[in-house]
């Protein structure tokens, strides 16, 4: 093992959730109509926990040499099966290069980042290349 860490819960979609080593964030469920404005919900930590890790592994990739930028979009849908599910859309882009060189950097990012590897492969995740964009290197 590398590393370990854990997350807690214990008051559903609204209120705090935390890590022990001193993260606490506020909670706010995106259904919920009186919600806190300023607090996260599931949606944007699994945007945030993917963007990060798949621009890491690209970082990686690219061995530092440009610059790169994930940018992920996460929507929450009714599930034919009832519930919700989640449709998930990562798209990489690389400073100076081409559209194959981008989607080669994408595909060798993708293969190796540990959140690509538990998402991956469910039908409503995809991966996607575009133009480098200075905006979307930059946290918004």
Same mark, same amino acid.
């Given at each position: ?46 945007? %945030? ?32 099966t009832g519930g919700y599910e989640f449709h998930?859309?990562?798209? %990489? ?48």
């Amino acid at each position: 093992m590398r590393y370990r860490t854990e997350a807690i819960n214990s008051d559903g979609g609204d209120g705090t959730a935390g890590v022990p080593e001193g993260l606490t964030v506020t909670v706010s469920s995106p259904l919920n109509p009186d919600r806190d404005p300023a607090g996260t919900n599931p949606e944007q930590l699994l945007a %945030l926990a993917w963007a990060t890790c798949l621009n890491a592994t690209a970082q990686a990739v690219v061995a530092r040499r440009t610059r790169t930028a994930v940018r992920v979009e996460v929507e929450l849908h009714d599930a034919s099966t009832g519930g919700y599910e989640f449709h998930v859309d990562a798209f %990489l882009s690389v400073e100076d290069a081409s559209g194959e060189e981008t989607r080669r950097v994408l595909d060798a990012a993708h293969a190796r980042c540990p959140v690509s590897k538990l998402i991956g492969g469910a039908a409503t995740v995809s991966v996607h290349a575009e133009e480098f964009a200075e905006a979307a290197a930059s946290t918004r």
